[in-house]
C-alpha cells in the first residue's frame, strides 16, 4: 500500500460525458502527479501540482483540467468523453515534487469510455 | 515520438536465473533513470534508479546498468524469483532545474518467472 489513493476504481461512462477523477496524497507530501496509461503504452504524463499550484503540464488535451486543493488531494476533470480517453489514469505524489522524490503511486482508476 | 522504448514487450525466465531488461531512450538531456514495477490491479512501484553520473547501481537482487554513449540501460535481477513477475517500467527525467518531477516511460516489459 502506498499511502495514495484513488477514487472511483472504475469508471464507466459514455462519450461526451464529463467525469472527475480523485487522488489523495500520501499524508505529509506536497506534490502530485497526473499520468495516463491507455492500452499497450507507457504511462503519459499530464500534469503536475505542488501545494496547490500547477508545476509542469505535459500532454494534457484541453478537454483535461486539473486541480490541487488546500487539503492537497487534486482531482482530474475529463470533459466531452470520447472512446480513445479509455485508459488508466494514475496519479502519484511526492513530497517535495523535485526531480529525484520517489513518486509514489496510487492504484489507478480505470476509465472506460463507451 | 517514443523517447524512452522498451522493445521486448514480454521475458520469461526459470527461477534462480538471471533476468535482463532492456531499455533504450533518444533524448540525451535525460540524465536520471528509474525501473518501476508493477502488479496488476496496482500502481507502479519504485525499485531502483540511477544518475547519468553512474554507469552501475545495485541495490540486493537488482542491479541497474547505464551506458551512456549507447543510450542504453538494463536492469539485472539475480537471481529471479516466481515473485518478480510484473510488468517493469523503464523512466527517464531531464533536469529542469530540478522543479519538475515528471517522468517519461517506456511501454513496459512483462516479466515471467516460472518455478
Known amino acids: 500500500d502506498s499511502g495514495v489513493t484513488q477514487t472511483p476504481k472504475h469508471l464507466i461512462t459514455a462519450t461526451g460525458q464529463r467525469v472527475t477523477l480523485r487522488c489523495s496524497p500520501r499524508?505529509?507530501?506536497?506534490?502530485v502527479y497526473w499520468y495516463q496509461q491507455s492500452l499497450d503504452q507507457g504511462l503519459q504524463f499530464l500534469i503536475q501540482?505542488?501545494?496547490?499550484?500547477?508545476?509542469a503540464k505535459g500532454n494534457i488535451l484541453e478537454r483535461f483540467s486539473a486541480q490541487q486543493f488546500p487539503d492537497l488531494h487534486s482531482e482530474l476533470n475529463l470533459s466531452s468523453l470520447e472512446l480513445g480517453d479509455s485508459a488508466l489514469y494514475f496519479c502519484?505524489?511526492?513530497?517535495?515534487?523535485?526531480?529525484?522524490?520517489?513518486?509514489?503511486f496510487g492504484p489507478g482508476t480505470r476509465l472506460t469510455v463507451l | 515520438d517514443q523517447q524512452v522504448k522498451q522493445n521486448s514487450p514480454s521475458l520469461s525466465v526459470q527461477e534462480g536465473r538471471i533476468s535482463i531488461l532492456n531499455c533504450d531512450y533518444t533524448?540525451?538531456?535525460?540524465?536520471?533513470f528509474l525501473w518501476y514495477k508493477k502488479y496488476p490491479a496496482e500502481g507502479p512501484t519504485f525499485l531502483i534508479s540511477?544518475?547519468?553520473?553512474?554507469d552501475k547501481n545495485e541495490d540486493g537482487r537488482f542491479t541497474v546498468f547505464l551506458n551512456k554513449s549507447a543510450k542504453h540501460l538494463s536492469l539485472h535481477i539475480v537471481p529471479s524469483q516466481p515473485g518478480d513477475s510484473a510488468v517493469y517500467f523503464c523512466?527517464?527525467?531531464?533536469?529542469?532545474?530540478?522543479?519538475?518531477?515528471?517522468?517519461?516511460f517506456g511501454k513496459g516489459t512483462k516479466l515471467s518467472v516460472k518455478p
Open positions: 523512466a527517464a527525467s531531464m533536469n529542469y532545474g530540478g522543479s519538475q518531477g515528471n517522468l517519461i
Open positions: 501540482y505542488y501545494n496547490g499550484e500547477e508545476r
Open positions: 540511477i544518475s547519468s553520473i553512474k
Open positions: 499524508s505529509g507530501d506536497l506534490s
Open positions: 502519484a505524489s511526492t513530497a517535495g515534487g523535485l526531480r529525484g522524490d520517489t513518486q509514489y
Open positions: 533524448n540525451s538531456m535525460f540524465d536520471y
